[in-house]
């Protein structure tokens, strides 16, 4: 009898069976039944996914078994990262808190308010305290001073 189970990373692939430890040709995961950090693929589901997307996002071709698994520049993580930076009302309205990739501020998302200007795919916040377009939205990006601060160094820095 077959236990056939759909990859839960990308979706793409079957597994023949249930925690067969085979390997997903797309996004590389282990097909394992434990989802947490610690598990046979080092890292939990849920940040394997996000790692996956990043790879996605840089190269829509990838693939685990033609690109493997490359570790990321500084440069890549922040090109990811910067898409949130634009068009972002929807996002900045969902988060908590904002950060600021120029002036290297954490607020409350609530301090934008109107803090908004238009851009060609939709509203693009503008930092409440210095008034540039470099606010990262906490529904999207996991801030820290250190993610702020490589930000600042990629974009901004000389
Ligand atoms: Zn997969
Ligand atoms: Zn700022």
């Given amino acids: ?21 085979d390997i997903c040709e797309y996004c590389g995961w282990e097909n ?10 080092g890292l939990s589901l849920a940040d394997y996914q996000k790692r996956y997307e990043v790879y996605l996002y840089l190269n829509p071709q990838y ?38 990739f120029f002036c290297k501020r954490i607020f409350e998302s609530s301090l934008i308010s109107e803090h908004y200007i238009n851009d060609k795919d939709g509203k693009t916040a503008i930092c409440p305290f210095c008034g540039v377009d470099s606010v990262l939205p906490d529904s999207k990006v996991e801030l820290s001073a250190e993610l702020l601060e490589e930000m600042y160094q990629v974009w901004f820095g000389w």
């Avoid at 009898?1 to 430890?21: A, L, Q, R, T, W």
């Avoid at 394992?32 to 598990?39: I, L, P, S, T, V």
């Avoid at 898409?83 to 900045?92: G, M, R, T």
């Fill in 1 to 21: 009898m077959s236990h056939k189970v759909i990859c839960p990373v990308c979706g793409k692939h079957e597994f023949e069976n249930v925690c067969d430890y």
């Fill in 63 to 100: 693939t685990f078994k033609n690109n493997g698994m490359p570790e990321l520049t500084a440069k890549e993580r922040c090109t990811y990262w910067h898409q949130f930076s634009l068009s972002n009302k929807q996002n900045c309205l969902a988060s908590d808190r904002c950060g600021c």
């Fill in 32 to 41: 394992e039944d434990q989802f947490e950090a610690g598990n046979a693929n």
